[in-house]
């Protein structure tokens, strides 16, 4: 049922073990793209808390007419920044 691991098994181009290259589908993440996707990030994350803060207004107008909590003692409630930030996101998955 279980099969023995043998080490000479993953040999690719004289390297073995965690030494072989990546021969498989994915390719590896390149710095430049792991940097990139960090300032996104680091750059998204703050925007969409400010747009949170700045639609109170539009929380509160939410909340009074339908009854659901959105504004507590501490701010916007959490699903408030997860509803801002995926309208934000919403032009990057077109």
């Known amino acids: 049922m279980f099969q023995k691991h043998d080490p000479e098994a993953h040999v690719t181009d004289g390297h073995r073990g965690a030494e072989a290259s ?11 793209t792991a940097l990139l996707g960090l300032v996104v990030l680091l750059i998204s994350v703050p925007i969409a808390l400010l747009t949170t803060f700045l639609a109170t ?3 509160v107008f939410i909340e ?3 009854g659901v909590e ?4 501490s701010g916007s409630s959490e699903w408030c920044s997860v ?3 995926a309208f934000e996101a919403r032009p990057t998955l077109q």
């Open 57 to 59: 207004p539009v929380w």
């Open 83 to 85: 509803a801002t930030s």
């Open 70 to 73: 959105a504004v507590g003692h």
């Open 64 to 66: 009074r007419t339908t």
């Open 22 to 32: 990546h021969t498989d589908k994915t390719p590896p993440i390149r710095l430049e």
